[in-house]
Each structure stands twice: as C-alpha cells, then as structure tokens.
C-alpha cells in the first residue's frame, strides 16, 4: 500500500496477502491507515503467483475503498503487471513484462549498498543464522567470550566497547569477523546496552546498522539472536525495509516469542508506524539513557 499526500508518498506498508474472506479487515486495516495519516490517494500492488485470487482481493478491496482516489490498483505476477484501474487498451492482456535486474532503479540501489533479494523466502535464509552444525562450537566460543567479558562489570565499559566494535564494523565491514559478532551479541543481552545500541540508529545510517546486524543475525546461535534480530528489524524500519522489518519479528517470534522488544515490532508493522516517528523517540530513548547512566555513576 503506497499512502499519497500532496503529490508526495507519506507512507509505504506491506502484508502478506491475506485470504479473499479477509478482504474486508484488511479494507478497514488501509482505510484506518489513510485517515491517520489524511492521504489524499491511495496505491495497491499486490504481488503473487496466483492471479485469480490476487485479482479478487484487489476487486473487494477497490470497492470497500471507494471513498478514496485509487490512483493505480495493480496485480503483480510471473514478471509482468497488469492495471485493475486504467481501460483495456492501456494495459495489454498478456500484461507489461518488466525486468528489475536491468532497472536504474536496482542500479541506483546497489551503487547505494542496499540490499537487494530476489523473494521473501531470500530475505528469510539471510536472517535465519548459521548452520546448525556450526552452533556447538559456536555456543563454546560464545562461552569463552563471556568470560572474557568480566572485566567489563559497568555499563560504561560494556557501552565503550560496542561503539568499539560498531564503529569499527560500519566503517570496515570486514572488520566484522564472527568473534566481534558474538561479542556483540552477548553485550545486547543487557537491555540497557541494547537500548544503547538501538538509540545509534537514525535515519542516516539505518542501511550502515542494518548490514551490521544483519551480519552479526547470520553468525550467532539463536541462544543469543533476539536482541541483535529485533536491532536488525528497528534498523530496517527506519530504512523502510518493511518486508525485512516483518522477517525479523517471524523469526524473533519462534525462537523467543515473549522477547518485548519482537513484540513491538510486530506492533510497529501491524500499525504501519511511520519511520519518521522514529527521531522524535530516539530523543526520548537518548534522554531516558543519559538519566540512568547519570543514576548509576552517582
């Protein structure tokens, strides 16, 4: 769904496709959206190997949503798209083919380092962690590591030694081995630090903290995945990755589904929270952060 506001977008959500039975939650769903954000149009792409049930949804969508301007209701499949809103001879019946590996849009984003995947099932294996074979001699690696870490009894050193290694990574990615993965996945354990880690995040290096925990996700147990996950997903959010957002917050869901920080991102992507809320909160986040530090050096 692509929200318009004055000729500009004000919002970009995504879903999986539901059921034709469903069609009309998902209408107050979008239309519940369009009115918080008072859009004055309205996009639906719908992407899916099935035609005939993507096309119907979009029918019952379009009619449940006709108090606004639908300014393109598009089916996506098979490498061709087909318009539900333009007459017969501006949309051919076989569809307009298109090619997304040869797009300047595609290029612009690689030159940009943005992460590109081919499908959702693509995004799900790049988060999914190691091998299972690798995750004994993992976990006794993560084992030494932590007791490597007692000297690092204060939050203060444990914070100076994850800028330590967050610098180090965003700014060589090859810097980033599995020993400072691990590391950096058993100093978020501690929320205070992963509040910490999490308050780094803006707009302008989300894409640099979403490489970083994404490489950090690929290399860690899933003993000790939550955290770095959901720093992962609150990254892709402010990025706008929504499909990756949702991935993250599968994924935290089946290994720790009582993990507070998965929840609110489900939260964040079932409400279609704007990334642009997000510095008005990382304020709050710093000041609450800079409170408690001030407590526990006092």
Known sequence: MVFVKSDQIRLTTRTDLPPESA????????????KREQIDALALVAYSAAPLAANRLLTRLMDRLSDHT???????GHGRWWSLTCADECCPLAGTP???????ISAAAVFAGLGLHASRR?????????PEAELPRL???????????????????????????????TADASDLDERSSLLLALLVTDVYVRDFAWA???RSNAEQ??????SVVSRVPPELAAAPLCLLGMAAWVAGEGALVNCCWDRVSQIHPDYSMGRLLADISERGVPPSVWQEIRDD????LNAERALLAS
């Open 139 to 169: 976990l006794d690696l993560a084992a030494d590591l932590l007791a490597e870490l007692t000297p690092f009894d204060s939050r203060a050193a444990a914070e100076e030694l994850l800028v330590s290694v967050m610098d180090a990574a």
């Open 285 to 288: 986040m710093q000041a609450d």
């Open 200 to 202: 780094r995040i803006s």
């Open 98 to 104: 298109y090619d997304l590996t040869t797009h300047p």
């Open 209 to 214: 903290h979403v490489r970083l925990w994404t």
């Open 122 to 130: 693509e995004i799900e294996n790049s988060i999914s962690g190691p």
């Open 70 to 76: 639908l300014t393109d209701v598009l089916y996506v």
């Open 23 to 34: 069609a009309d939650e998902l209408a107050e769903w979008i239309d519940a959206l369009a």
